[in-house]
């Protein structure tokens, strides 16, 4: 991604390695009155390794649009006197929850980091060499060889993150997505009456009584065409694809004089030709800018058009419908926690 859309990395590829191993020491005791005094080299140390962490504080990948070569520390090198070389440190590199690491090489998936959290070692440091110390038997008394260290293990890897989010949100540019987000929860996405002004997903905490919460993402608005690339929602059609419930936001009241049925159709057609199991999710259909009609009609007639869709009327301007509707959702997210259980 490129210009604007560069604030927001939600996929990478990068090079680690793992630190190499310390070469053995080859050293002899060499002491006042003990001239001879045998082999003293110590052994190497280990290289570091390579582990991935998913963390609550950050957001993106943002981290790696800048610096593509990730290294961890080598192991010391042994010395006299029996001395083992000092380890490499780790390298522990952090990203969000609901990152995966792909082997670029392969495209196989080598984990998945849903949870905060969760760790998994990514490339092992090398062993470090012995050192002549430990070639010493009774039949060679005085070794003159050390072992090099190993080489540490080295990946190409491809970072994609898909957000965690309990709900997703889709429909048309300008449908009131992000005003409907801002109103369910403390987040405050761009609100303009203009397409397009989500550029990047925006997660959002909608809090209830008896401390209950949940998460929602708003996702850019999608057009026709968006499972090709067309507008912006092809960038970020992957985040909705966790969550447990998709909430299908529709402007009853389209400025271009569109049928709401109709733009309701475009956006299923789009998340089918992306995802089958993606349009197979648990959808809850929310009428939009209630406060704008004359009468009920319109609602109506729309429910008609959609007959056996669950449906939902809010006015997100003026929050009418709007604690009903987390109610709603709330419902939603247990009833497929239930079935996952």
């Known amino acids: 991604m490129i210009g604007i859309l560069s604030v927001f990395i939600d996929e990478a590829k990068i090079f680690i390695k793992a630190g190499d191993g310390g070469d053995g020491c080859v050293s002899f005791r060499r002491e006042k009155f003990l001239p001879k005094g045998g082999p003293d080299g110590g052994n190497g140390g280990s290289g570091g390794d390579v582990i991935f962490e998913a963390s609550e504080s950050v957001d993106t990948l943002t981290d790696f649009a800048g610096r593509h070569h990730w290294r961890a520390e080598n192991g010391m090198q042994g010395e006299g006197s029996n001395k083992t070389g000092a380890d490499g440190s780790d390298l522990v590199i952090q990203v969000p929850a609901g990152t995966l690491i792909y082997d670029a090489d392969t495209e196989i998936l080598l984990k998945d980091l849903n949870t905060s959290g969760d760790k998994v070692t990514i490339c092992k440091g090398g062993k470090g060499g012995k050192g002549n110390k430990f070639f010493t038997s009774s039949i060679r008394q005085a070794p003159r060889i050390a072992e090099p260290g190993e080489d540490g293990q080295a990946r190409n890897l491809r970072l994609e993150l898909k957000l965690i989010a309990d709900v997703g949100m889709v429909g048309l540019p300008n449908s009131g997505k992000s005003t409907l987000v801002s109103v369910c929860s403390k987040a405050r996405p761009k609100i303009a009456n203009y397409p397009f002004t989500t550029l990047n997903p925006v997660l959002g905490i909608a809090e209830l009584s008896g401390y209950r919460r949940f998460v929602m993402a708003d996702i850019p608005g999608l057009i026709s065409g968006a499972h090709k690339g067309a507008g912006l929602g092809h960038e970020f059609l992957r985040h909705i694809e966790r969550t447990k419930t998709i909430v299908h936001l529709i402007d009853i009241c389209p400025m271009d004089g569109s049928d709401p049925a109709d733009n309701y159709r475009q956006i299923r057609d789009e998340l089918e030709k992306y995802s089958p199991m993606l349009a197979e999710k648990k ?14 009609e319109p609602v109506r007639e729309l429910s008609r058009k959609l007959s056996g869709c669950e449906i939902v009327q809010v006015s997100a301007a003026t929050k009418k419908g709007i604690n009903a509707l ?16």
């Open 283 to 296: 959808e809850l259909v929310v009428v939009n800018k209630t406060d704008l009609l004359q009468s009920d």
């Open 326 to 341: 987390k109610e709603r959702l709330w419902k939603h997210i247990q009833q497929q926690e239930e079935k996952s259980a």
